[in-house]
């Protein structure tokens, strides 16, 4: 979802890259609904493992909860976002994930691409 909002708020601004340190095999059909509730496709993204060459290749690291498996290189940002997951969860339980991340989003890049106007999981690259 994080990925989604991100592509969705900052367009070409940002390069996004979406990756689990377990992923599931599947996107959870729950977290497909809210999106989609919200004008957001995004049935044509598979669940990645996280490699270290997107983390190298990333400035922002956005991580959820991968604690000690996700790789860590000097000097690039991390954020750890403390959310509730979305995993078995219908799509009323995750509507408020999804409008966190939401939230979340905006505050990153407003951050990031003051330019934006947005008001305020990916990994991304300032492109």
């Keep these: 979802m994080a990925a989604g909002w991100l592509r969705h ?3 070409d601004a940002v390069e996004v890259r979406s990756a689990g340190s377990a992923p599931a095999e599947t996107i959870n059909p729950a977290a497909v609904e809210a999106m989609r509730e919200v004008g957001i ?6 669940p990645k493992l996280l490699e270290y060459d997107t983390v190298e290749a990333s400035d ?12 860590v290189f000097p000097g690039k940002r ?9 995993a078995g969860k219908g799509v009323e339980a995750v509507r408020p994930i999804r409008d966190e991340i939401k939230t979340r989003i905006e505050q990153l890049l407003a951050d990031l691409v003051p330019t ?12």
């Design 9 to 11: 708020l900052a367009g």
């Design 41 to 46: 496709d995004i049935t044509h993204q598979t």
């Design 60 to 71: 922002v690291v956005i991580t959820m909860g991968c604690g000690d498996v996700c790789p």
């Design 78 to 86: 991390y954020e750890d976002w403390k959310l509730e997951d979305p």
């Design 116 to 127: 934006t106007g947005s008001g305020g999981a990916a990994a991304a690259r300032r492109g």
